[in-house]
């Protein structure tokens, strides 16, 4: 089972870019239910993912890269929260995990990481990937 939001940009009446789908897994849907509508809201407010947003250094600088063997994941940062998602093809956004920053931080600090960006940092991670993984093999809702 998969939960889904369409997400588009509105200009006058005409999409300016294509709807795109995004999913979420048992995991990731269970952290979104736990963050209050209104933060959540604004979260998603601007979760609007493009090809620029998938390049190895995007313009913008709320979405990152991290890798690890030839892995990629994708993350995007609003306010305290990280959502880290895999793109299925050009039109599913597949959201793998939703963090806190202070979660992520804590994670951090108890893996002895800290000197590096945040996304180096985890993609040098073995168990930042073990959480990605358990997202990738959960059911999705």
């Known amino acids: 089972m998969r939960t889904h939001i369409l997400l588009a940009k509105r200009s006058g009446l005409k999409y300016s870019q ?5 999913a ?3 995991i990731s849907a269970a952290e979104v239910s736990a963050i209050p509508a209104l933060e959540l809201l604004q ?6 993912v493009d090809a620029d947003c ?7 600088s709320r979405f990152g890269v991290v890798e690890r063997n030839g892995r990629r994941i994708y993350r995007f940062r609003s306010q ?3 959502i880290y998602f895999t793109v299925e093809n050009e ?6 995990r939703v963090l806190h920053a202070d979660s992520l ?3 951090l600090f108890r893996s002895g990481m800290g000197g590096d960006s945040e996304d180096v940092s985890l993609g040098n ?6 959480l990605i993984d358990d997202g990738e093999h959960a059911a999705r809702k």
């Open 54 to 60: 998938l390049k190895d250094n995007p313009s913008d």
């Open 43 to 48: 979260l998603f407010n601007g979760f609007q």
């Open 105 to 107: 931080k804590d994670f």
């Open 24 to 26: 979420f897994n048992e």
């Open 91 to 96: 039109e599913t956004v597949v959201v793998q």
């Open 125 to 130: 991670s073995r168990s930042f990937w073990q």
């Open 18 to 22: 294509p709807v795109h789908q995004i």
């Open 80 to 82: 305290d929260y990280r």
